[in-house]
């Protein structure tokens, strides 16, 4: 989702990541596109685990398992999707099976009508970051693609995507592939209870710059569960110890968006697509998560 800081956020007003500092001495610098520096920790001033002010909602065990049956129909038309994305097939073909496949399901494509979406999947190529809008555009031997599906079953929802990789593929394209796979996996490996919501990003982020990448500001993860997009905001980068407490029940997507060259993305004229500013090549995987008592369950596993 894009990164949304509610009204506009004074200088000195708390900053929306929750860390409690002023937005002028944590994040306003990176929002500003101006600074890659991770903002600074206040060491004290969380007492309560779960801030309020977030309105975070917890899940209850039978809403997880709500949930869990969107991320697995999800989970099912992203594998049956390895067959068909192939040379010569179109966004717009891939589109329909995933309309196709949901509704037979008794599902409905949750992006369809979002906000005025017009499509039942995302299909972003290459320097496409987020949001491509499936189309006639055939895919072509050397393109990376991610396919971002997310169902509505029951009431829940459930969110992951994949990248695909068409015919031929240049080592550079598939190592980014396979770095954005790790950070991921990363990411997901620092979900525990009474963990924070900036070790994700931080482990994400570490990752990626490792391997001479960067990681997208403009988009996060989300709470999801009973609304496509839910209170918390979960960046792909940060500082271990910032932000929100994660505490069993909390469910949401952990989603990185990782560029081969700059950070920066713009916005096309049909205002979904986003694009790398620099054209440079970007990946992003996605799962849906639960925090639990021991750790995480990954949902659209
Ligand atoms: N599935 C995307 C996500 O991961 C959201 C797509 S919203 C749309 O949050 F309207 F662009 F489809
Ligand atoms: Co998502
Ligand atoms: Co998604």
Known sequence: MKLTTKKKIGRNDPCWCGSGNKYKKC??????????????????????????????????????????????????ILTRLEDIADVGVTTGEIDQFVYDFTVERGARPATLGYKGYPKS??????????????????????????????????????????????????????????????????????????????????????????HGYSVVRQFVGHGIGTKFHESVQVPHFGKPGDGPWMVPGMVFTVEPMINAGRYGVKIL?????????????????????????????????
């Open 27 to 76: 994040h306003l610098a990176q929002d500003r596109q101006g600074s890659t520096a991770p903002p600074p920790v206040k060491s004290s001033g969380w007492k309560r685990s779960l801030d309020r002010k977030l309105r975070i909602e917890l899940k209850s065990k039978e809403q997880i398992e709500g949930i869990r049956r969107a991320s697995q129909l999800t989970r099912e």
């Open 269 to 301: 004229d049909d205002d979904w697509t986003a694009i790398t500013r620099d054209g440079s090549l970007s990946a992003q995987w996605e799962h849906t998560v639960a925090v639990t008592e021991t750790g995480v369950d990954i949902l659209t596993a």
């Open 121 to 210: 999947c995302c299909t972003s190529i290459n320097e496409v970051v987020c949001h491509g809008i499936p189309s006639d555009r055939k895919l072509l031997s050397g393109d990376i693609i991610n396919i971002d599906v997310t169902s509505l079953l029951d009431g829940f929802f459930g969110d992951a995507s994949c990248m695909y990789l068409i015919g031929d593929v240049s080592e550079d394209a598939r190592q980014l592939v396979e770095i954005t796979k790790e950070c991921l996996d990363l990411g997901i490996a620092a979900v525990r209870p009474e963990g924070r919501i900036g070790d994700i990003g931080h482990a994400i982020q570490t990752h990626a710059e490792t």
